[in-house]
């Protein structure tokens, strides 16, 4: 069985960072779409569409809590500069400047490079959400050696799987796939030990498109465990050894566009790229709505039972909450079950904005008596439903 050399190991991690770039960006990018900040701009006599004034965008990282200062905000956007992913309008600068500066996403002005690279991880995204969407999944926790792993899949089964859906036209080109997604750091064997193979090997998705990444992440680049993996991090990416009836939920935005891209087959995708590789096409859109898995360690000082809560003269006060999702979702956590808990919520997010806190009980989903659910239950009626989300919550009286 072929192991994984150094360099491959290597290569990998180097692709995964910078599809990790590429997430944060868009993500960045559909939220400054929602607040207004990319707009069309006039400047000496000239109208440049879509773009933003580089000194505003520092003033709403900073206010967004996106950098904790100016330097760090200049940082960030460097970093998206240096991958390609904004430019200066006229390409005038080749550094991003805290200034009145005007700058663009190359994804509004059509000049983001669609390299070979870029086109297998669209694939891997457009893959990955396929298969999160829908009710039987190959994707599963299992364990392996004593460890839980979290939306895992064997080899064979994602070969079959692929054949199946029409998204390869044999298994050695599903294998093919499987290995470019391997080398570019979309998914790995559990262990990091071998390729892909057409075997009974359990690999996972290394990358969750979903999680709502910080941009600060973005400076971990050297860092073999990112902010997003902490286990201290409230919004952890996913945890090697969880705690399976304490997992947390995704919470994810409804997105036509991303339903546009999880519905179009391979061979209708390759017949709009013009392209006959069957796994360097590309899709109709790039977009990645949020997810945060929460901290491993609850927030409740102890367990709440539903007859606590429900009692009467107990010290809680019900609220209701409206919550309508922005381009990266709604910004909270929900752990725990039977009742859940808010285990984490985003302080730039819309669920903070309507008043969420940490340690609020759920009371009830878009009119839905959820108290005595789990949190998959609710889960799949927070995903399901509107984008406009309407909670019941039961918060402690100080």
């Known amino acids: 069985m072929e192991s994984l050399s150094n360099s491959l190991k290597k290569k990998a991690t180097e692709q995964h960072y910078r599809a990790e770039v590429m997430i944060a960006g868009e993500q960045l990018r559909l939220r400054l779409h929602d607040g207004k900040l990319i707009k069309d701009r006039r400047y000496h006599l000239r109208t440049y569409p879509n773009c933003f004034v580089a000194k505003e965008l520092t003033d709403w990282l900073i206010d967004h809590k996106e950098a904790p200062d100016r330097e760090t905000g200049i940082r960030l956007m460097q970093k998206l500069m240096d991958h390609y992913i904004i430019h200066h309008v006229c390409d005038e600068h080749s550094d991003y400047k805290d200034a009145k500066l005007l700058y663009r996403f190359r994804k509004d002005d059509g000049t983001f490079p669609l390299s070979k ?223 859940c808990h808010i285990q984490a919520v985003d302080p730039g997010g819309p669920a903070a904005a309507a008043g969420m806190k940490v340690c609020q009980f759920v009371f009830s989903v878009n009119g839905m008596y959820v108290l005595h659910l789990d949190y998959q239950t609710i889960s799949s009626l927070i995903m399901t439903g509107p984008r406009t989300l309407v909670m019941e919550v039961m918060e402690a009286v100080e």
């Open 117 to 339: 690279d870029v086109k297998v991880f669209m694939r891997g995204q457009s893959l990955y959400e396929k298969l999160v969407s829908v009710e039987e999944s190959i994707l599963k926790v299992r364990e392996e050696n004593s460890v839980k792993y979290q939306r895992t899949f064997l080899g064979c089964e994602m070969i079959d799987w692929l054949v199946q859906e029409g998204e390869a036209e044999n298994r050695k080109e599903a294998v093919e796939l499987g290995r470019a997604l391997l080398e570019h750091g979309i998914i790995q064997h559990v262990s990091n030990r071998h390729h892909f193979f057409d075997s009974d090997i359990l690999y996972q998705f290394w990358i969750n498109f979903r999680r709502r990444r910080r941009l600060t992440e973005l400076l971990n680049e050297n860092s073999s465990r990112t902010l997003s993996e902490s286990p201290d991090s409230p919004f952890c990416l996913r945890k090697l050894n969880p705690d399976p009836g304490n997992t947390s939920f995704l919470s994810v935005q409804t997105n036509k566009e991303i339903k546009i891209v999880s519905a179009v087959r391979r061979s209708s995708i390759t017949s709009l790229a013009g392209n006959s590789n069957p796994y360097f096409s590309t899709t109709p859109t790039l977009v990645f709505p949020p997810v945060a898995e929460c901290n491993p360690k609850s927030v409740l000082k102890r367990p709440v039972t539903n007859e606590e809560l429900l009692s009467p003269g107990a010290p809680y006060i019900k609220k209701t909450l409206t919550i309508v999702g922005d381009a990266v979702g709604w910004g909270f956590v929900v752990r725990g079950g039977r009742p």
